[in-house]
């Protein structure tokens, strides 16, 4: 019989060893952002059959590679997940490796499906196509990482990134047939497609989060 959660001694080290090292990184990759991907994954292993406590692993190590550069930090993560010496604990070599090679693969900009049913959980759950959600998270990574940029430039950004990673022609991927994501990237889409909207939804966003930072300083 499955287990619908993941072992207790497993989560007491992943919330006390490895979760709050999200705490050094930004908005669009913080607590929020991994327990969030954490629940959907532990969903989606539940409707696969996969092993939760493999699923629940890979979910909280799959940004930590964070910590250095962000273009390669799914390589970086999945060598920090297989170098965990800690992980033998709970997880044969195979399995740590299936679990390093989920990390490396759930990057949304990939250019090949994922290796594994578990690298494709994570990637699905990572993907996390709340409209709202991913309209103010891209706002937050541009105003965090370039913070030079004024408004119109940090416009320009946004509906890059917007066009490029989620429009019809972008280059997310959805690999769970049936998942809410569908719906939701559909949702997306309408509004990507209509540059009205979209410019409203950066304001929106925009106004929010330099109004949140401004009441802070």
Not at 42 to 48: C, D, G, Y
Not at 108 to 136: M, T
Request: hydrophobic share 40%; proline share 4%; glycine share 4%.
């Amino acid at each position: 019989m499955q287990k619908n959660s993941p072992s207790l001694d497993l989560m007491e080290f992943v919330e006390t060893q490895i979760l709050p090292r999200y705490a050094a990184f930004d908005k669009a990759h913080n607590m929020e952002h991994v327990t969030r991907v954490i629940r959907r994954t532990l969903e989606l292993a539940m409707r696969t059959g996969a092993d939760v406590d493999m699923a629940y692993t890979i979910a909280a190590y799959h940004d930590l590679g964070m910590q250095g550069p962000r273009a390669i930090h799914h390589i970086t993560g999945g060598k920090i997940l297989a170098q965990d010496a800690r992980l033998k604990r709970w997880f044969t070599a195979e399995q740590i490796n299936i679990m390093k090679e989920a990390v490396e693969d759930h990057r949304a900009s990939a250019s090949r499906a994922p290796r594994s049913l578990y690298g494709k959980i994570v990637a699905e759950a990572d993907r996390d196509i709340d409209p709202e959600q991913v309209f103010r998270r891209t706002v937050q990574y541009g105003l965090s990482n370039y913070p030079e940029l004024d408004r119109e430039q940090q416009w320009l950004r946004f509906s890059e990134h917007m066009d490029q990673k989620y429009s019809a022609h972008g280059y997310i991927r959805l690999w769970i047939p049936g998942s809410a994501n569908e719906q939701r990237l559909n949702e997306l889409r309408a509004v990507i497609a209509n540059p009205e909207a979209l410019r409203q939804r950066f304001d929106k966003y925009f106004d929010e989060e330099t109004a949140a930072a401004a009441s802070t300083q």
